[in-house]
């Protein structure tokens, strides 16, 4: 899945509705401060859930609603929303009127508990619209039209057969229709709660590499990324299980001692207990470290530029392992700022590699 194009307003320096077009790779140039990083940081807000604040709207606007859109392609893609049989969005007519997914997320920023609003804009039609209905709905809409239906068994009759029978009936009588954006419930098991759900899992990732980034192989996402591997390949390798049972066991007769004395002297409502917790992905850190003259020199202590590549390398690497199956975005912030003009050159083909690589 492609980021097509995205569409901002009322964030940070952007106050007016601006589109932004993308292509596969991207260079966004610009003086300062006008608002090359605020278009990364919108991505990022929307794809990583970094919920904007009340300091990032734009000055100038009265309202607290920051909005951001993000279009993009490959509707075609298989999914499951309400039965066991795949679907697309495109075929659902879960669609803009170009045939592209369009997502858009409002957040209120003068709320205390800041969370979005999420819309998805689809083809609606002007009267007997069906795309949101239930199993029963679908067949009372189907038995007022004369369709021949039945309820759902899995394979001759299901949801998506319903919905694509009333698709024809409304092409062949011409009912009139418009695409506009509907707001999908955050909680529930409605179908358009099941089809956000669907969507958060095959809307593509998205890796910041940013300015101000830390530049150590210490920086959090980093090791939560090995961590992770870590933590999988124990999981898989060892009877963790066990090993839990065995130290829980030895611990627990400890706490208990500790516990007793406590709820010895405080009072029936302040009873204590003692709790074992297990984090396995904690026994592991990495690290790099440079045999220069046998030096042994760690990265946090090498120059900017140097410690640069490593941060980039990292991600390439993700580039090339395009985890979880889920499409990824990259967004580099000044990734040419303290490289020598060579390793620049070196920055650039590997970037135009990433990309044609898919």
């Known amino acids: 899945m492609k980021l097509k194009s995205a569409v901002i307003k009322n964030y940070r320096g952007i106050k007016e509705e601006t589109l932004v077009s993308f292509q596969d790779f991207n260079c966004i140039v610009g003086k300062n401060d006008v608002g090359k990083s605020t278009l990364l940081k919108a991505i990022d807000a929307f794809l990583n859930e970094n919920n904007p604040n009340i300091e990032d709207k734009n000055v100038y606007s009265d309202s607290n609603f920051i909005e951001i859109n993000l279009i993009f392609d490959s509707a ?69 039209f004369h369709i021949e239906t039945a309820k759902a068994n899995g394979e001759e009759y299901n949801n998506k057969e319903k919905r694509e029978k009333l698709r024809a009936y409304h092409h062949e009588a011409g ?64 009877s963790t ?30 009873q204590v207990e003692a709790q074992v917790e297990f984090d396995w992905s904690k026994l ?17 202590s090498r120059g900017d530029g140097f410690r640069r590549i490593t941060m980039m390398s990292y991600f390439e690497m993700l580039a090339e392992e395009k ?19 060579e390793t620049q050159q070196q920055l650039y083909s590997k970037l135009i590699g990433m990309k044609d690589n898919g």
């Open 175 to 238: 009912t009139s229709f418009h695409f506009d954006f509907e707001e999908m419930p955050a909680t529930g098991t409605t179908r358009p709660k099941k089809i956000i759900e669907a969507l958060k899992g095959i809307l593509p990732t998205f890796e910041y590499f940013r300015a101000d980034r830390s530049l150590s192989d210490s920086d959090t996402s980093v090791q939560k990324y090995f961590k992770d591997q870590a933590y999988k390949l124990l999981k898989s390798e060892i």
């Open 284 to 300: 592991i850190s990495t690290s790099f470290r440079c045999k220069k003259d046998e030096a042994n020199i760690p990265l946090t």
């Open 76 to 144: 075609s893609s298989p999914i499951i929303l309400d039965d066991t049989i795949p679907v697309s969005l495109f075929d659902e007519e879960l669609v803009d009127e170009n045939g592209l997914i369009s997502v858009k997320k409002v957040w209120d920023v003068s709320q205390k508990t800041i969370k979005p609003k999420i819309f998805l804009c689809r083809k609606i039609y002007d009267a007997d619209d069906f795309v949101m209905l239930s199993e029963k709905e679908l067949r009372t809409l189907c038995a007022k």
């Open 241 to 270: 299980d066990e090993v839990e049972d065995s130290i829980r066991h030895h611990i627990e007769e400890a706490l208990g001692k500790i516990t007793q004395k406590i709820n010895q002297v405080v009072p029936e409502d302040e």
């Open 323 to 341: 985890h979880s199956g889920r499409d990824m975005l990259f967004g580099f912030e000044e990734p040419e700022t303290f490289l020598h003009p």
